[in-house]
Antibody, heavy 121, light 111 residues
Framework: QVQLQESGPGLVKPSQTLSLTCTVS??????????WSWIRQHPGKGLEWIGY????????YRNPSLESRLTISVDTSKNQFSLRLSSVTAADTAVYHC????????????WGQGTLVTVSS | QSALTQPASVSGSPGQSITISCTGT?????????VSWYQQHAGEAPKLMIY???NRPSGVSNRFSGSKSGNTASLTISGLQAEDEADYYC???????????FGTGTKVTVL
């Protein structure tokens, strides 16, 4: 059973870069057939799709409000993928989830529990 | 891309049935059968309950069912149980700039 776990700093200063890692267990990222995604949830609000990456490094961002500040990368040797969001502001304060999506469908399963990142000086 | 619209809260007594609506547009729910539903208990990871409008993943109770009519998708929980108390989110593939949009979320309370 595949499980995902996010990790990274819980506090980031404004204008700095937010960096998170998602560790995949119970299965290999390199197997193929899945997109590895990031989704965030602002406090008390709904969910926002951020982007995803394939095991070969191909990325798909397509979120105009984030695209210019966003980098998603993958490390198959560690079975991890990562998120970097630069020039953060208080508006980037959210719980960040990683999730898996099949290449033949449009649903997310499973998800990581999420990690709260607060942007504050 | 605006979020899909869900009622903020829905409640019911044990054993009853409740339905959560998810209203989108002709750019998402209305033209794609890629609506999914997620259950999220406080402090936990969201869990996939329904995919492609009405399909249940293995292990999800058959008390959960999904449907769609026009621009509105629905999740019905029958035989409501205490463990169903959680937040529920819908999601749809969309042809707008951002390919996936989520609902505003519905808090289900079991009375």
């Amino acid at each position: 059973q595949v499980q995902l776990q996010e990790s990274g700093p819980g506090l980031v200063k404004p204008s700095q870069t937010l960096s998170l890692t998602c560790t995949v267990s119970g299965g290999s990222i390199s197997t193929g057939g899945y997109y590895w995604s990031w989704i965030r949830q602002h406090p008390g609000k709904g969910l926002e799709w951020i982007g995803y990456i394939y095991y070969n490094g191909n990325t798909y961002y397509r979120n105009p409000s984030l695209e210019s500040r966003l980098t998603i990368s993958v490390d198959t040797s560690k079975n991890q993928f990562s998120l970097r969001l630069s020039s953060v502001t208080a508006a980037d304060t959210a719980v960040y989830h990683c999730a898996r999506m099949t290449t033949w469908g449009h649903w997310f399963d499973p998800w990581g529990q999420g990690t709260l990142v607060t942007v504050s000086s | 891309q605006s979020a899909l619209t869900q009622p903020a809260s829905v409640s019911g007594s044990p054993g009853q049935s409740i339905t959560i609506s998810c209203t989108g547009t002709s750019s998402d729910v209305g033209i794609y059968n890629y609506v999914s539903w997620y259950q999220q208990h406080a402090g936990e990871a969201p869990k996939l309950m329904i995919y492609e409008v009405s399909n249940r993943p293995s292990g999800v109770s058959n008390r959960f069912s999904g449907s769609k009519s026009g621009n509105t998708a629905s999740l019905t929980i029958s035989g409501l149980q205490a463990e169903d108390e959680a937040d529920y989110y819908c999601s749809s593939y969309t042809r707008s700039n951002t390919p996936y949009v989520f609902g505003t979320g519905t808090k289900v309370t079991v009375l």
